[in-house]
């Protein structure tokens, strides 16, 4: 019954300071670091349950509170302990999409299916990650790669999970939506999960802008008709909300750039640490070290400022143009960013000191107040 259920869908003795955070839950400055720990470590599931109540879903499909933790708490324990593609990343990129979908351009642009949709596919988008790339998977021969031909095999892998866990009668959450709105929620929740695929990246990249320049003239048509400006984005065809689904679930899985430098370096430091053990297995296995991979040679800093300014900037420079005003604190972050990177750089010549250059600089305020100059 309802009184056996925490508040926020965990048990935890931090309850009141887990509020306090929660209150923050339709900011991009949450620190789902802190939620992690003040939740016995269950960011995902506190999350997605904080969610799901304030947008009413629970009520609008008729879910039982109980099952979806069971679900949530079960989706949960299937991510890995990975340095960065662990839970903490699926609630972070859940939490992000949340705060887009609250975006005044799309007030009236999805349905309730297709939200609950979005927000599903963010939750399990990664779940039971090795911690590995696709392409390692492929060149080690691994069974997934078998298993997926080589194709999106991660994506593919972690999406079956996800529905193998709804198969379980206990967290069955979505028991009482027709046969027809599983079947759009599962539609939706493959196509955007696939599309998180980083070989999907240039095919997205290919079709936003033109995408977007429709949407933009569509809308300009319609504000004539009325009074407001900033009119909320008007899709008739399912297929162009899911287009816009895609692309928001891939800006977020793309968003750590766009956080405050605190939350920012420290996936910077996660992801690192992932790709240099990958690194280090591919080196012990004869393998060739995949991009990024070889601490020996890492140059962290760089490596950021390339993904940055190679894949990061643009596409949310697509995004912000699509939202306009409403994504400007992203590209200021990722701007503020990139040149505290670039700062990094330029002070390692002067630096007398022999740095450690393969552990990324855990920032330190008094360098980023000098940015601030
Ligand atoms: C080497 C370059 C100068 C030129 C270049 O081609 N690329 C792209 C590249 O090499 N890629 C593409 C992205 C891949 N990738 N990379 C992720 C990731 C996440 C957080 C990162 O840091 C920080 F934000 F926390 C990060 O930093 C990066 F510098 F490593 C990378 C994930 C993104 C989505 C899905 C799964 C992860 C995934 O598929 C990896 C291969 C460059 O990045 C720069
Ligand atoms: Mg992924
Ligand atoms: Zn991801």
Redesign the pocket.
Known sequence: SMDTIPRFGTETPHEAKLAELMDNIDAWGLNIFDVHNYSQSHSLTSVMYTIFKKRNLIETFRISPQKLINYLVTLESHYLDVP?HCSIHAADVTQAIHVLLLIPSFENTFTDLEILAALFAAAIHDVDHPGV?NQYLINSDNELALMYNDTSVLENHSLAVAFKLLQNEDCDFIENLSDEQRKILRQISIDMVLA?D?SKHGAIMQTIQSFHQSLKAKQCKDSNSNSSTNDSLVLTEQKERVQLLREMLHCA??S??TKHLSI?TQ??D???DE?HYQGDRERSAGMPIS??CNRRTADIEM??I??IQ???EPLWQMWAQLVYPHCQQMLDNIDSNRQWYEYQISNRSSRNNTSDKTTSQSHDSKEQDKLKG
Request: hydrophobic share 55%.
């Open positions: 960065y790339t998180t980083m899985d793309l750590n750039p920012y996936w910077v996660r992801i690192m790709f991009p990024m490596a950021q390339g993904f190679a894949i990061v």
